[in-house]
């Protein structure tokens, strides 16, 4: 893959991943509005909060991951594992485009 092609799979994931986040936001929004009447009901409703909240948090990650891969696209500092400095291999970049260390490092 050709950085062109890394930045725009980059940037549809991006943009994926907050659309997603959006419509976890609104779910979250929409549960804190019903009442919840019993105790069981209110751990349930608890228990959903801090699901959704962990779920957006995991997006939120991805996120900034992606954009600090874009950045380095931009920048000319894409594909160099952020510990040795040595290139990523090829693989792991087509694995995962936003991998921000070398299988070496990783270990």
Request: proline share 2%.
């Amino acid at each position: 893959m050709n950085l062109e092609e890394i930045k725009s799979k980059l940037s549809r994931e991006r943009e994926e991943l907050i659309s997603l986040l959006e419509i976890s936001h609104q779910e979250r929004m929409e549960s804190i509005k019903d009442y919840a009447s019993t105790p069981d009901e209110l751990a349930d409703k608890y228990e959903t909060k801090q699901e959704m909240h962990l779920e957006e948090e995991a997006l939120n990650e991805r996120i900034k991951k992606i954009e600090k891969a874009l950045e380095k696209i931009k920048n000319g500092t894409y594909g160099l594992c952020e510990k040795c400095g040595k290139k990523i291999e090829d693989v792991r970049l087509k694995i995962d485009p936003a991998v921000e260390i070398c299988r070496k490092c990783s270990i």
